[in-house]
């Protein structure tokens, strides 16, 4: 069964992306436990391409196929997870890249919705924060996922917040959305 393709970001209003988020209905990967089977011999990089035995996945519907059965371990391990079986996937960074952003509203009334290199579309809120964390090559954004997992928020996206909260001339740099106020200036 093919894979929808994906919808234009720029072009989807608030409703548009409401609903889009709605009907998004992922495998039930938290209840599936089968016993370890292996290795997949795949591994997800830092800029977010997908690899198996060294090759990168070239085709885009496997890999938005492989993300709805990826699942983060209470070790902090990533596997891919069927009824039947579960193999262990190594994962350089995150095993997300936020890609694309859209931003409406301004205030406390803006609403920030990401495109993830997985194509999901997630919405920074209660349940999927943003948070800056501090490395030896810089500070790295992350966006919270799903089941302990995240998305590195790839630069331009990164950039694009900053020139956002910039303009809105807080006394904190930041952004909210639906609600909740995220800094990003590093300070928790």
């Not at 596997?79 to 890249?97: C, G, M, Q, R, W």
């Not at 590195?152 to 930041?174: C, D, F, K, P």
Request: a negative charge.
């Amino acid at each position: 069964m093919p894979m929808e393709p994906l919808p234009d970001l720029s072009t989807l209003s608030l409703a548009d992306i409401a609903r889009l988020l709605a009907e998004k209905r992922l495998p039930p990967v938290e209840k599936w436990n089968p016993d370890h089977c292996g290795d997949s011999e795949m591994r997800i990089a830092r800029d977010g391409t997908w690899y198996h035995q060294g090759s990168p996945i070239g085709r885009e519907t496997m890999v938005r196929l492989f993300s709805t059965i990826l699942r983060r371990e209470p070790d902090g391990s990533h596997v891919l997870v069927t009824p039947v079986e579960k193999l262990d996937i190594e994962v350089e960074d995150a095993p997300f890249v936020a890609v694309e952003l859209k931003s409406e509203g301004e205030g406390r009334a803006r609403m920030l919705v990401f495109r993830l290199n997985s194509g999901d579309l997630v919405t920074a809120d209660a349940d999927h924060g943003l948070t800056l964390r501090e490395t030896p090559d810089g500070p790295h954004p992350y966006l919270h996922v799903r089941g302990g997992m995240e998305a590195l928020i790839a630069r331009s996206v990164y950039y694009e917040l900053m020139n956002l909260a910039l303009e809105e001339g807080a006394e904190r740099v930041g952004l909210w959305s639906e609600g909740v106020f995220f800094p990003l200036d590093g300070a928790q």
